[in-house]
């Protein structure tokens, strides 16, 4: 039987039943993966069940840690965007008030679907914009280049008139 011994310098001890230690999975530093190693001393200690019991444990320690290093990036970008964007519940309502005056207006019955879409995503971005950080330079550019869009798409339109 195989005894995993955690320690909370990102190591784990490899035991027999019996307290023998031979061998040892790490974090690596350089690629963020565990790797096993055993020491050579012990290497008579061990079998083909023994070294397979360790590669699984190893395995399912980089499993967990992509998914860990996932949420943290998660977390991370949510945070970045938080100070660009905004508090997402205020620019949710910010967005939403556009909608309303738009609908108010009938200006979804009056457009086209590749307007309906730029309005829409420029909307948003302007609820970014007076709820997160104005100098963000890449709000302004999404807005011209939805607008740009628009305009291609009247342009082609009138040639076709």
Known sequence: ?????????????CCLNDGRIFGVIEKSTVSGRYV?????????????????????????????????????????????????????SEVSKTYTDFINIAARKDFFGRCEDYQRLAIDVIFQKLARILNGDINFKDHWVDICGYSELVKKELDKNKKQD
């Not at 195989?2 to 784990?12: G, S």
């Not at 996932?70 to 938080?82: A, C, H, P």
């Open 1 to 13: 039987m195989v005894i995993f011994i955690e320690e909370k310098d990102n190591r784990i001890y």
């Open 36 to 88: 096993y190693g055993f020491f050579n001393k012990n290497i008579n200690l061990i079998s083909s069940h023994i070294r397979k019991i360790v590669e699984n444990k190893t395995d399912q320690l980089n499993e967990e840690n992509k998914y860990k290093n996932k949420e943290s990036d998660i977390k991370e970008v949510l945070n970045q965007r938080q100070k660009t964007h905004g508090e997402f």
